[in-house]
């Protein structure tokens, strides 16, 4: 698979089972901070350590047994904006974070 079909297929997974966002945070020192954010909910764990595998980010899993792939920062708002073109669904939740 070219580095542009993993894309159009990551696309397509974002669409079905995952979303943008760039909640507001804060940090210890209570300063607020935004960080743009993409996130996939699966069951199936395997699905995430392949998209992990190719664009990096975190696995972590929740008590209810799905596990979510994350990637935030710089890298998901240039990941999304190589997304962008291939989004159907949540075409307009992903100008929120680029």
């Given amino acids: 698979m070219t580095?542009?079909?993993e894309v159009i297929y990551l696309a397509g997974i974002i669409d079905g089972e995952g979303h943008f966002y760039k909640p507001d945070t804060v940090n210890g020192r209570g300063e607020h901070h935004r960080y743009s954010r993409i996130v996939v909910s699966q069951k199936d764990k395997r699905l995430l350590?392949?998209?992990k595998a190719r664009f990096g980010g975190s696995i972590s899993t929740r008590k209810d047994g799905y596990s979510?792939?994350?990637l935030q920062g710089?890298?998901?708002e240039e990941l999304a904006r190589n997304l962008q073109p291939y989004?159907?669904?949540k075409d307009t939740q992903i100008k929120r974070i680029i």
């Fill in 3 to 5: 580095r542009q079909e």
């Fill in 49 to 51: 350590i392949w998209i």
């Fill in 68 to 70: 979510l792939w994350t």
């Fill in 74 to 76: 710089k890298k998901a």
């Fill in 87 to 89: 989004m159907i669904v």
